[in-house]
């Protein structure tokens, strides 16, 4: 993992301006956090903190931008076309994008103190992650590694995504695995005996600790066919030859969804992406 200390390079920039109080600026510091964990192809997008702006660009354009001089002052954040309305944030378009399959437009203020009323507004981060995935369909978004390292940037991959995230990851794969093996009476007897809200952990975001046996249970249950489309699961996990199938929350765990087998559905990967973005 790389030793670049985001936040501290970041909280020193923010602690030059004397205009910023020291409330605004954890605000800030939140707005990148919440950028950085809706950032699809975290692997292609690189952050880094300037003179006069901290940014997070894709190729040649930023995913999001506090500019702190100049014409362009302000907060800049990409969103796709089904951005909400939001009070005193103006859209516009984004030229270098208007001719590729995906038009997509800036959220924009001049004003930082908008920037706390945002963190929480999930319409927005939805067409955030939305307009990441997106901005690859235009040439402007072709990368330009060599220049953000010459630029003294960092690739986001590797100072967001931390081995711990993985190990993480791949200790509840395990567990998952370990809960399908299990009689149907252990894991019934232990969902009965175990706490519906999971605990949350602090990694690089917010997390939580999920119940193994709900993903066992959820998968059994749909027998290797999406619980959306009806369809059979795409292919076969190379781990254990089980269907390929993805465990989706409908009331989502970030906003106090129950981590239990009546809150989950089974979905290929499709109907999983179209859960979150449709």
């Known amino acids: 993992m790389s030793g670049f200390e985001w936040e501290t390079e970041l909280n020193r920039w923010l602690n030059s301006r004397r205009d910023i109080s020291a409330e ?4 800030i510091i939140a707005f990148f956090e919440v950028t950085f964990e809706h950032t699809n192809c975290p692997e292609r997008a690189w952050f880094g903190v300037h003179t006069s702006r901290a940014s997070l660009v894709v190729g040649g354009i930023y995913l999001a931008a506090i500019q702190r001089s100049g014409e362009d002052q302000g907060f800049w954040l990409l969103v796709d076309q089904q951005a909400p309305p939001i009070e005193n944030i103006e859209y516009r378009p984004v030229k270098s994008t208007q001719k590729s399959r995906h038009p997509l437009i800036w959220a924009h203020s001049v004003s930082l103190e908008i920037i706390p009323k945002l963190l929480d507004n999930k319409l927005l981060w939805n067409s955030f992650s939305s307009a990441t995935e997106k901005i690859f369909a235009s040439p402007i978004a072709s990368d330009k590694d060599s220049i953000q390292e010459r630029r003294k940037k960092t690739r986001l991959s590797e100072f967001w995504k931390n081995k711990t995230e993985k190990i993480t990851n791949e200790q509840f794969q395990n567990s998952v695995r370990a809960a399908l093996l ?6 019934r007897k232990r969902l009965e005996n175990t706490e519906t809200i999971p605990n949350k952990i ?4 917010i997390s939580f600790t999920r119940n193994p046996d709900v993903v066992a249970e959820v998968l059994l249950r749909a027998n290797g066919y999406c619980e959306h489309c009806n369809n059979p699961a795409p292919f076969i996990r190379r781990a254990d030859n089980t269907p390929y199938l993805e465990v989706h929350h409908i009331k989502m765990l970030a906003e106090g969804g129950e981590d239990t087998v009546a809150n989950a559905v089974a979905l290929c990967p499709n ?3 179209q859960a979150h973005y449709s």
């Not at 299990?182 to 894991?187: G, K, L, S, V």
């Not at 602090?202 to 975001?205: E, G, L, T």
């Open 271 to 273: 109907c999983h992406r």
């Open 202 to 205: 602090k990694i690089a975001s």
């Open 24 to 27: 605004l600026a954890n605000s």
């Open 182 to 187: 299990d009689t149907r009476e252990a894991r």
